[in-house]
Antibody
Framework: QVQLVQSGAEVKKPGASVKVSCKASGYTFANYGISWVRQAPGQGLEWMGWISSYSGNTTYAQKLQGRVTMTTDTSTSTADMELRSLRSDDTAVYYC?????????????WGQGTLVTVSS | DIQMTQSPSSLSASVGDRVTITCRASQSISNYLNWYQQKPGKAPKLLIYAASSLQSGVPLRFSGSGSGTDFTLTISSLQPEDFATYYCQQSYSPPQTFGQGTKVEIK
């Protein structure tokens, strides 16, 4: 069965970096991309960006450009999302989600979420 | 960026009620519209993709319609397990924005 398993919760200080991992199983990793979505406490869903698992091409939300890097490792079927220069408003649950390489585009499987807390 | 506006932001309904949630895009997105259900402390779950296609395993009481800028999610007979927050999302162009959510509560 398809599974996306994310790394554990993190607590970081302002200005630090965090890397969240997402390990995929149960499907051909290269046939799908991975999107990242975050949700601040009590708030809605925010799309952060997407990476193609087959080409490595990325598209990032403009507001995160320069602070976020998404990578994949096809040998381990793992996707990583690194966010730098953390601020308090980056405190959120971060989700990875699977997206098929061809349209229509939708997220059919999600990781369990990783809570990142930014606090001094 | 394409803005997605859901209405209402919240609603109260009873088991067995027919519930309709609307989502409007700030520009035409063809049928690149998805619906998700989220329960507290859980990841979102895909319900409907491409505006009207039911995701495998999702009960038939859920349906979606619309194209262009106006879309609807309908729950034909609300069940206890349907009390949750629902989000629309456009996948027409990045950033693939979500609506602000509609919380469905028990009346």
């Amino acid at each position: 069965q398809v599974q996306l398993v994310q790394s554990g919760a993190e607590v970081k200080k302002p200005g630090a970096s965090v890397k969240v991992s997402c390990k995929a199983s149960g499907y051909t990793f290269a046939n799908y991309g991975i999107s990242w979505v975050r949700q601040a406490p009590g708030q809605g869903l925010e799309w952060m960006g997407w990476i193609s698992s087959y080409s490595g091409n990325t598209t990032y939300a403009q507001k995160l450009q320069g602070r976020v890097t998404m990578t994949t490792d096809t040998s381990t079927s793992t996707a990583d999302m690194e966010l730098r220069s953390l601020r308090s408003d980056d405190t959120a649950v971060y989700y990875c989600a699977r997206r098929y390489r061809y349209g229509p585009y939708y997220f059919d499987y999600w990781g369990q979420g990783t809570l990142v807390t930014v606090s001094s | 960026d394409i803005q997605m506006t859901q209405s209402p932001s919240s609603l109260s309904a009873s088991v067995g009620d027919r519930v309709t949630i609307t989502c409007r895009a700030s520009q035409s997105i063809s049928n690149y519209l998805n619906w998700y259900q989220q329960k507290p402390g859980k990841a979102p779950k895909l319900l409907i993709y491409a505006a009207s296609s039911l995701q495998s395993g999702v009960p038939l009481r859920f349906s979606g319609s619309g194209s262009g800028t106006d879309f609807t999610l309908t729950i034909s007979s609300l069940q206890p397990e349907d009390f949750a927050t629902y989000y629309c999302q456009q996948s027409y162009s990045p950033p693939q924005t979500f609506g602000q959510g509609t919380k469905v509560e028990i009346k």
